[in-house]
């Protein structure tokens, strides 16, 4: 495929809700199907087998004499998470396509007898690609596992299960597209592959999570026959409560085992299929689920699903004020509207006018951004705490931003955790009693090692044969013009930059000129964020980007790339003849927010080596001569501007934090 374009069809079946429909051979729910050929079977042309001839009859579309037609479309336009099986044949040489909201394109080719595909071969994820100055692939997509293809003239099966990208409700990509699994003639050749971007000469346009299926129809003749498409929905009991990696599930799904049990909680608690229930009406308090184990400094993900309007709440580390009837544990609420995300035990001291309210100041007084979850939809709610500092996410909308407890307020001690039954609430006017009906599954956690959550007097102390840059109390051995001492701050050791700013200019670096180094440093993004760290020269003039290298910092696609490659002009690609495969290529990471990360970086003559949380990003890669500078240049941590859209959200102060912030020095003997 040259150009996202459109393909698609046959004797189809059409999904609506969870029902498949069938067309009956007049394809109306296809647009363009009247610019293709109904016949009742093809076959290749004896004389010329670069076309395909057709036979008497209904239930097969072909297009056209020369294979050049309108894609066919579905008039439905909004596909989620489908599975489509297609039938089709092929001319010597056709090239077609089943392309997913116009995007994402599992490729259809003549690959019959290629021992190697590549991701353009028949049953590839197409690549990303640039028409100029001539078409070509810039990246390698994914191939298939094995080449399945048929000869030319003999009917092959594609059997497809898509997974649509997933967006807040801000419209912010919080999952990429993924292509489940795709069979081509009984045989597997993907399975959970991503696709962060569109594939083709359009790969940067804008993403859906609903879309057409298309068929490409414009590059070699194609025919199609008994295309099945309906819902497709992941199989929930055998996915369920497995953690990511990282994570351990505090419930497995089966039993109670990772909590107290007492009658109360065996009288209102089941488990069916994998999920924690609560549907009864309980009279009296007391029959809250209680882990066994007591927990610090964590990261908790916990999916939750409310049947009817309800409440309930999340329960962890302990609280230092005498609370009454409250209790002493703090509570996240969840519930639907403004109750959603807040955090009770301010709320419950100033409505109740405890004592502890008095010492309250504005500054207490956690923001919470109201993010409203659906009733009987699935939620999942994150909660970072580490110290005394909270941070809360809903369906990936950020709703409580670094929130800093007051010291008399919260405990850093660990305590248990604590998934709320709440006691019936009573309608003042009809008296109609409200269950509170509660459902949770996949309840992951992750505790924050010490070496991640420390006092700031453990905090920049070098290792041996380091020297620290930052020693975290001052600016010492950095540049601090006017914008730096605005947008930099230093908090218990840890360099801060939260703010939003429109005009770079605010970025740190080092008084001191390095050449050959190893540079190790922490870094955290409190939301979704950009960052980079800058090092070495660059020789080639790169327009809009800067004159120094960058290694990436982002939250969401970009992390860890070598800048200078990306931004470098096709221009000078072209007369350098730097080939695709002599680019630095690093895999897919999305750093977890509000999480602290490790890198180090290792640059001696022209080698470049980074490590990122102890995975070895780059090797020895070698820098083409005519790129990067050998003389001594700063270090220099980034401070972005703000972002607008681009997968960051609408506005995006890209905040950033840095600490142990170590250099080596290398001689040329090392």
Same mark, same amino acid.
């Given at each position: 495929m040259r150009t996202i374009t459109f393909a698609f069809l046959a004797a189809l079946m059409m999904l609506l809700s969870d029902k498949i429909t069938k067309a009956n051979g007049s394809f109306d729910a296809w647009d363009n199907s009247d610019k293709w050929d109904v016949t009742g079977d093809a076959i290749l042309n004896p004389d010329n087998t670069r076309r395909l001839t057709r036979k008497t009859g209904t239930g097969v579309l072909i297009n056209g004499k020369e294979g050049k037609c309108s894609s066919l479309v579905t008039k439905r336009r909004d596909y989620r998470d489908v599975e489509i099986h297609v039938e089709f044949m092929v001319a010597k040489g056709s090239n077609s396509g089943v392309i997913f909201h116009g995007n994402y394109e599992i490729q259809i080719l003549d690959s019959y007898g290629i021992k190697n595909p590549t991701a353009g071969h028949c049953g590839g994820v197409y690549p990303r690609a640039e028409s100029k100055p001539k078409y070509h692939h810039i990246d390698k997509g994914s191939p298939p596992r094995v080449n399945a293809s048929k000869r030319p003239g003999e009917w092959q099966t594609m059997d497809i299960i898509f997974n649509s990208p997933r967006f807040d409700k801000a419209g912010n990509k919080t999952a990429h597209a993924r292509f489940v699994k795709v069979v081509h003639n009984g045989k597997v050749i993907q399975e959970d =592959?991503?696709?962060?971007?569109?594939?083709?000469?359009?790969?940067?346009?804008?993403?859906?999570?609903?879309?057409? #299926? @298309?068929?490409?129809? &414009?590059?070699?003749? #194609?025919? =199609?026959?008994?295309?099945? @498409?309906?819902?497709?929905?992941? &199989?929930?009991?055998?996915?369920?409560?497995?953690?990511? $990696? /990282?994570? *351990?599930?505090?419930?497995?799904?089966? %039993?109670?085992?990772?909590?107290?049990?007492? *009658?109360?909680?065996?009288?209102?608690?089941?488990?069916? %299929?994998?999920v924690l229930k609560s549907h009864g009406l309980l009279e009296e308090w007391g029959a809250d689920l209680v882990t066994k184990k007591k927990y610090r400094d964590f990261v908790l993900l916990v999916d939750f699903r409310m049947p009817a309007d309800s409440d309930s709440g999340i329960h962890f580390r302990k609280l230092i004020p005498n609370? /009454?009837?409250?209790?002493? *544990?703090?509570?996240?609420?969840?519930?639907?509207?403004?109750?959603?995300?807040?955090?009770?035990?301010?709320?419950?001291?100033?409505?109740?006018?405890?004592?502890?309210?008095?010492?309250?100041?504005?500054? &207490?007084?956690?923001?919470?951004?109201?993010?409203?979850?659906?009733?009987?939809?699935?939620?999942?709610?994150? #909660? *970072?705490?580490?110290?005394?500092?909270?941070?809360?996410?809903? %369906? /990936?909308?950020?709703? #409580? $931003?670094?929130?800093e407890y007051p010291e008399w307020h919260l405990s850093t001690e660990a305590e248990q955790l604590r998934f709320q039954k709440h006691r019936y609430l009573e309608n003042e006017k009809t008296g109609k009693k409200n269950p509170c009906p509660i459902e949770y599954r996949n309840i992951f956690i992750k505790e924050i090692k010490p070496s991640e959550s420390v006092k700031s007097s453990e905090l920049n102390v070098p290792p041996e044969g380091f020297t620290v840059l930052f020693n975290g109390k001052d600016f010492t051995g950095w540049h601090t013009p006017p914008l730096v001492k605005k947008y930099w701050s230093i908090e218990d050791g840890v360099l801060k930059s939260p703010g939003l700013i429109k005009t770079w200019g605010a970025s740190l670096s080092t008084k001191k000129h390095y050449k050959d180094f190893i540079l190790?440093? $922490?870094?955290?993004?409190?939301?979704?964020?950009d960052s980079g760290i800058n090092f070495r020269k660059l020789i080639p003039e790169i327009p809009g980007f800067g004159d120094m290298e960058q290694f990436n910092l982002r939250s969401r696609g970009g992390m860890g790339h070598l800048e200078s490659y990306y931004f470098l002009p096709k221009e000078t690609a072209k007369k350098m003849r730097l080939m695709e495969e002599e680019k630095p290529h690093v895999r897919h990471i999305d750093p977890e927010v509000g999480v602290w990360h490790t890198v180090k970086l290792t640059m001696k003559g022209q080698t470049f080596s980074a490590e990122y949380d102890g995975e070895v990003l780059y090797d020895n890669f070698e820098y083409h001569d005519w790129m990067i500078n050998t003389e001594p240049a700063p270090i220099r941590l980034q401070k972005h501007i703000v972002v607008h859209g681009d997968n960051l959200g609408k506005e995006n102060p890209c905040p950033i934090e840095y600490r142990n912030i170590f250099i080596k020095e290398l001689k040329s003997s090392e």
């Open positions: =592959v991503e696709v962060p971007y569109a594939c083709g000469t359009n790969w940067n346009r804008k993403q859906y999570p609903q879309g057409p #299926i @298309i068929i490409q129809g &414009d590059y070699g003749p #194609i025919a =199609v026959r008994n295309v099945r @498409i309906r819902e497709w929905k992941a &199989d929930k009991e055998k996915k369920l409560n497995i953690p990511p $990696d /990282g994570f *351990t599930a505090i419930f497995n799904g089966k %039993d109670f085992s990772a909590f107290r049990i007492h *009658t109360k909680v065996e009288k209102m608690w089941t488990i069916e %299929d994998g609370m /009454g009837y409250f209790g002493q *544990t703090e509570q996240m609420n969840i519930g639907i509207g403004h109750r959603m995300g807040q955090l009770e035990s301010i709320g419950f001291m100033r409505a109740n006018k405890l004592e502890a309210a008095r010492r309250l100041k504005n500054s &207490d007084i956690p923001k919470v951004k109201q993010v409203n979850p659906k009733v009987g939809n699935w939620h999942t709610v994150k #909660i *970072t705490m580490i110290g005394r500092a909270l941070s809360a996410e809903l %369906d /990936g909308q950020v709703m #409580i $931003d670094q929130y190790m440093f $922490d870094f955290r993004m409190p939301t979704i964020s």
